[in-house]
């Protein structure tokens, strides 16, 4: 699910949505005083038992006292409350007892145990505490409260336990760095917990027992007639009604004023009334106790937005839309299709999640024809709440989704699609368009990262950790869908053409190698092989010319002699009928080729893709090369996505993050806006990482450069040095001649200041000395902490022509060893790093290190806005940061992963 404001923002008054195990949603809040009465309530509600457990005796005195506490917390203390309606159904609270220390108490209502409450309050109250500089909580437990114990021990988090006189002390971590194992397992532990959350509160969506339309007038061609319709046709009789202000039956389907009429509460109410209508009947459904909405009614303004919304909040119904056009869902005991795109989707196996309806016509009316019928289709439209994450866990646990195909237009929570999307990937493809690829334009910034980082690298970088298979248009996603739904994945990037016209088998074979396949030589043993099987006259490298005369049984029997070799990791055929047969159509009655994907290419279908039926279920067949190849090479990045291990996040030794945070927080505290870290203290950020620098020396005069000439002349190669101008308003110094190379003596040293303090004037606040460098590759590492995906790490080619190589990869953090390969492999600067023309190889292990460094800094200091060290010289003999740059900024994050309702 996605976090309520984009990653970043606080929370609104501290309040927040969340779900219980059984997907029933609870408000939590920080309490305030006027919350007293309430939670003094609920001590007091609790069994002897529980109370016992709580307080250590069975003294209801200890309850008031908390309540009146926890109400007026101390600075160093917090709490949180969970609120079902207007009753508090669980509290937990933190004492500061150190400065990083706390201790945790918690306690839920008797009649809400066993329902996760106790832990999402916890997941919740870290967050709280976490950002009041807590690093460790402590809680005592009674030995016989195996309940809590094991609420500890099911979060996650590292835990460490002492046992005395029959109480237990746990001690928890609650912010283990991103190299340590226990944040994974929290990590994987919280989102389990979430999917199952989340797709129990997705039932009554889905799977409802009873159904009500609020929108179906006595026009026909309204568009909750349409709903109404296709509600009637999928065969609900029962349970279906309809509310009307005047009629007592709408279409033979009987009709009520209110929900309250009804003879049984529907679980869903499918809602096509005018704007101004929805917030009414939202709040009616709410008060009646209905479970879930589907909106379709567009135009709602911000006032009835927030009206909808609250509703849903106050009342815990799910909801889809506004401004869809509805859902379906083949696997109920009565098919479920309200929705308006004319279209009653088959039972089949694709999840189909689009936030746009036109785009789920399409795919629904493609999927359709091509016979891939449909698990689940949603279209999300303003995604007021059911986003495209609940729909990710939605078909992962639907054993009838084998594909998930996705239309998403923005992410309200990217960080949490990318933990789900690889989950959910190991099981079952997903697939979707990279939309909104046009918004690439470089905007305006002051660092060489921050340009750089474009949507579109960006949601590159989202899409390739998470496995995500993004295509770049409609049509290829359809086609990779049906490639990918119908034939196994390829074992390789090599691929054998087969063509029965030569020309048709070298455009085929040229498509191949534009979407970064291989068209490799087949070998003398197989070619001798194909001649036997082919016609007279089939010239048998690759590509293979069949020649007109090929049978469909001679294709198949070359189809299984290539995938007997193992070699290959797919067949493209490139096939036209002529006056001498159709092999196409001798193909599809053939027996099976097994283990390797078989593609066709025939040019003149005049569908983009089909799948024709054949002996093993379907066969994909293509209008053209190109989105053949495009689907193929899309499959083949699958397969290597899974066989790939799944890498980890390195241990760093010499990292001092304390240091870091109080050089950031001194800085803030005297330029509440943020700005450029001065140059001393970019320094020492980089140093408590251990983050290789060349030595420097701040000056403000000319003697003070002509000293500093002297300490580090010595220490270049050259006996030279550089003099570099610093300025808050001097993000780019080469723009304005503000670096000065090869300085070769004291006066020189001098006159380099005066030329600098004569060029820029008062946009000089000083500048910074270091020794030549030694030769060596020119790297930039880079962050940009966006505002909705979080840090990002860029690597490629640096130096002054960096934006001129556009040589930029780009990952989230944290950087796994996986990771860091990928980035160092994938640039443009791979040839040089690895030695290129006799050059020596440079240390790429140290390249590494520094790119796993700089993800560690970005992870624990979210503050750091933007951050450049360009360039970074490779050496045989390591890395070393040579100019850097960081701008920090007052952040107050929310953790992405706690669990929340939109």
Known sequence: MNTTPPFGAPAAAGERHALAADGTMLRLAVPDPADEPAV??????????????????????AGTRTAARICRPPAESGALLAWRGDRVVGAAEFHGTTPHEAELALAVADDWHHRGIGTLLIEHLIDIARGRGVRRWTADVLAENRAMLRVLQDLGLPLHRRAEAGVVTAVIPLDPAADDPGREEFLS????????????????????????????????????????????????????????????????????????????LPEL?????????????????????????????????????????????????????????????????????ANFTGIRPVAGHAGVAVQSGGVGIALLRQLDRLGIGVSTFVSLGDKYDVSG?????????????????????????????????????????????????????????????????????????????????????????????ALMSAQPLPRNSAVAVLGNAGGLGVLAADACADAGLAVPYLG???????????????????????????????LRRAVDAIAATGRIGAVLLALAPTALGDPLAELTRGSAVRGIPLAVVAPERAEAVDLLPAW??????????????????????????????????????????????????????????????????????????????????????????????????????????????????????SDVGGVLLDIADPNAAYAAYAELAHRLGPRLAG???????ARGVELIVGIDQDEVLGPLLLFGLGGTAVDLFGDHGARLTPLTDLDADDLLGESRAAKLLYGHRG?????????????????????????????????????????????????????HPRDPYIPRVR
């Open 40 to 61: 003094r309530a609920f001590f007091t509600g609790l069994s002897d038992e529980s109370t016992r457990m709580r307080f250590f005796g069975a003294s209801r005195v």
């Open 189 to 264: 532990a919280m989102g389990l917990r979430e999917r199952q959350a989340d797709t129990a509160s997705l039932l009554p969506l889905f799977r409802p027992s009873a159904v009500a339309v609020a929108g179906a007038g006595r026009r026909p061609d309204s568009i909750g007639r349409a709903l109404l319709a296709n509600l009637t046709s999928a065969g609900w009789r029962n349970g279906l009604y309809v509310l009307h202000p005047t009629a007592e039956s709408v279409a033979g389907v009987p009709a009520y004023r209110h929900i309250a009429d009804l003879p049984r």
């Open 269 to 337: 109410v499918v809602v096509a009334v005018p704007a101004k209508a929805v917030p009414d009947l939202a709040e009616e459904c709410g008060q009646a106790g209905v479970a879930a909405l589907v909106v379709v009614t567009a135009g709602l303004d911000a006032d009835q937005s927030a009206r909808v919304r609250n509703a849903c909040h106050r009342y815990g119904m799910r909801m889809i839309g506004p401004n869809g056009v509805g859902i379906a869902d083949t696997g109920g005991r009565t098919p479920l299709n």
């Open 389 to 481: 994450n609940d729909m990710l866990q939605w078909f992962e646990t639907d054993p009838r989704t084998e594909l998930a195909v996705l239309h998403l237009e923005s992410f309200g929570n990217p960080r949490k699609f990318s933990r789900i999307a690889r989950r959910v990937g190991r099981s079952i493809p997903v697939l979707t368009v990279d939309a909104g690829r046009s918004a690439s334009a470089r905007r305006a910034a002051a660092s060489h990262t921050a340009a750089a980082v474009t949507p579109t690298v960006a949601r590159a970088a989202l899409f390739r950790q998470a496995g995500v298979t993004a295509t770049h248009s409609i049509g290829d996603l359809v086609a990779v869908s």
């Open 524 to 554: 003398e043993e197989l070619e001798r092989e194909l001649k036997q099987i082919l016609p007279p006259g089939a010239v048998c490298a690759n590509p293979v010319d069949t020649t007109a005369t090929v049978t469909g049984e001679s």
């Open 616 to 733: 093993h279920g379907a066969l994909p067949v293509f209008a053209d090369s190109r989105t053949a190849a495009v689907a193929l090479a899309h499959a083949r990045d699958r397969a290597q996505w899974l066989a790939r291990p799944r890498g980890v996040v390195p241990l760093l030794p010499g990292i001092d993050p304390d240091r870091a945070r109080a050089v950031v927080a001194e800085y803030l505290a005297g330029h509440e806006a943020g700005g450029w870290l001065p140059p001393e203290e970019c320094a020492t950020v980089l140093g408590a990482y251990g983050i290789p620098q060349a030595p420097m020396r701040y000056v403000t005069s000319g003697d003070a450069t002509v000293r500093a000439f002297r300490e580090l002349a010595d220490l270049s190669p050259a006996g030279t040095v550089a003099v570099k101008a610093y300025g808050p308003e001097l993000p780019h110094k």
């Open 767 to 773: 500048a910074v000395v270091q020794p030549m460098a």
């Open 839 to 891: 050059e020596p190889p440079c240390d790429t292990d140290a390249v590494a290190d520094l790119l796993h460094r700089v993800s560690r800094l970005a992870d624990d200091l979210p503050q750091i806005a933007e951050l450049d060290l360009n360039p970074a010289i490779a050496t045989p003999g390591g890395v070393t940061v040579v100019d850097a740059r960081i701008r920090v900024a007052v952040r």
